[in-house]
């Protein structure tokens, strides 16, 4: 930028007196030259870089998923090529879905012999409350009895072994009462334990089921977005496992971000919705536009790591450079987002401050853009 400035100046400057001769060129005209020249270098380059911020790290990103099974299996197919556009809800990979599905239907049966079993418990509960009330009739027939069989022998009107044999059947009935009321307490129990409107039997062998038929999905693995597959090395026959360290494919969307990393300084005047221009060292001769979507005003050095160490400055000497802020641009034209994922290139903001020195950023952007055309190397 320095240079193109430098040579512009000279050139009117040679064209002034040199070449139409409409001043002097002497010793004074010379050293008013160079300090006019300098000078006004300076306040320009000072001003359009508050003014119109450029940044030589552009960066354009996209989001990675890595494609990691839920179950595991054997793979059986994989339906898609590398490096190929794949539409979202595309099939990615299919595991061998034979285990899951027995075991569908083996939980398929317990479930219809758990509602079964549930459905008998109310003849067991009518069952059980016939049984206690049938003991509780013979423990009152007993008693009744026990009292006569007391008041005769009382009198002398009866044998006191009577009144030993129903004082025994007494106690026997009372027994069985306190176990005809204990099953039938035991049944009710069963049919009042519920988890929503299925018994709690029924309910845990529903949920089994659940589980079951939701690893059988997973055994289908779709496109999360519209995105293409990098460097795809599974095949039918591998051996997927759910573990976060067994990927089996880096799926990359075509989302993509456009971030730029500025000095701090740099950022005064900008604010979101400013204008920018991008340039791509992968598009040569092009000059993509978009606006600040948002600046992100946070880096490394902000943070302090937890730990027991009391945290201190560094020595002089060796502190690092402060660094700089992301900042994030939104692309107008949707047609700009199929960009190189990894692109670098740079970026200038344009701020509603001094706006008559946007035309010298947008004269360097368009300069820069043609360059990108050369390659300097040899070999």
Request: proline share 4%.
């Amino acid at each position: 930028m320095l240079e193109l400035i430098a040579i512009i100046y000279a050139l009117i400057v040679w064209l002034i007196f040199i070449k139409f001769k409409l001043l002097p060129w002497n010793i004074k005209s010379q050293v008013a030259c160079v300090a006019v020249g300098l000078g006004g270098i300076a306040v320009l380059v000072f001003t359009i870089n508050i003014t119109t911020p450029q940044s030589n790290d552009i960066r354009v990103m996209n989001y990675v998923v890595e494609v990691i099974p839920r179950v595991n299996g054997r793979i059986i197919e994989v339906p898609i090529e590398g490096n190929k556009l794949i539409h979202k809800g595309d099939v990615l990979v299919r595991i061998d879905p034979a285990p899951f599905e027995m075991k569908v239907r083996e939980l398929t049966a317990k479930l219809v012999d758990a509602e079964g079993t549930a459905a008998t418990l109310q003849s067991e509960a009518a069952v059980a409350k016939g049984a206690t009330g049938q003991v509780l009739a013979q423990l009152q027939l007993a008693q009744t009895r026990l009292k006569e069989a007391r008041d005769l022998a009382r009198h002398g009107a009866g044998p006191e072994y009577d009144v030993q044999s129903f004082a025994a059947q007494v106690a026997q009935l009372e027994s069985s009462l306190a176990s005809a009321r204990a099953a039938e307490a035991k049944v009710r129990t069963q049919l009042d334990a519920k988890v929503g409107a299925d018994r709690a039997s029924v309910a845990a062998v529903r949920e089994q089921l659940a589980q079951a038929k939701w690893e059988l999905e997973q055994t289908v693995i779709y496109a999360p977005s519209d995105g293409y597959v990098v460097n795809l090395q599974v095949r039918p026959g591998s051996y997927a496992v759910s573990f976060p360290l067994r990927q089996l494919m880096s799926f990359v969307e075509l989302e993509q971000r456009v971030i730029g990393f500025y000095d701090q300084n740099q950022l005064i005047k900008v604010k979101e919705g400013d204008r920018a221009e991008i340039v791509l060292r992968s598009r040569p001769g092009k000059v993509l536009y978009g606006h600040v979507e948002s600046i992100i005003w946070a880096n490394a050095s902000g943070q302090l790591q937890a730990s027991g160490v009391i945290p201190t400055m560094a020595p002089e000497g060796t502190r690092a450079p402060p660094l700089k802020y992301a900042v994030r641009f939104k692309m107008e034209d949707s047609q700009q987002l199929k960009m190189a994922m990894g692109s670098f290139g740079e970026a200038a903001i344009f701020t509603d401050s001094m706006k008559m020195f946007s035309v010298v950023r947008m004269v360097i952007m368009r300069i820069k853009t043609k360059i990108n055309y050369l390659v300097f190397k040899l070999e």
